[in-house]
Nanobody, 126 residues
Framework: QVQLVESGGGLVQAGGSLRLSCAASGRTFSNYRMGWFRQAPGKEREFVAYISRAGGSTNYADSVKGRFTISRDNAKNTVYLQMNSLEPEDTAVYYC???????????????????WGQGTQVTVSS
């Protein structure tokens, strides 16, 4: 089992940047594929970004491609989400998630992840 704690959220103006962190504890962090998801008020949770165990493979939702970057530091048991050129539509609670299973290609599906953090609020003002 792994425990996940997100941080780095806050209030930012449109066009600004934030970097989210997700610190993991428990089992060996490098055994987990990691994802970031978000949920805006009144909407379903949606995929944002994915990173493989060693960090060599990443994927992004079309809505954030070119603006967001996911990375990880296995030595620090942490995954990051660098968010640039933020838009009001990016306002949501952001969650990191861990997937311990073999790769299925369904990195965009929240049901693929077994462990979740508590979320961190990101608010982008116009």
């Amino acid at each position: 089992q792994v425990q996940l704690v997100e941080s780095g959220g806050g209030l930012v103006q449109a066009g600004g940047s934030l970097r989210l962190s997700c610190a993991a504890s428990g089992r060996t962090f490098s055994n987990y594929r990691m994802g970031w998801f978000r949920q805006a008020p009144g909407k379903e949770r949606e995929f944002v970004a994915y990173i493989s165990r060693a960090g060599g493979s990443t994927n992004y939702a079309d809505s954030v491609k070119g603006r967001f970057t996911i990375s990880r530091d296995n030595a620090k048991n942490t995954v990051y989400l660098q968010m640039n050129s933020l838009e009001p539509e990016d306002t949501a609670v952001y969650y990191c998630a861990a997937d311990p299973s073999a790769y299925t290609g369904r990195y965009y599906f929240d049901g693929s992840y077994d462990y979740w953090g508590q979320g961190t609020q990101v608010t982008v003002s116009s």
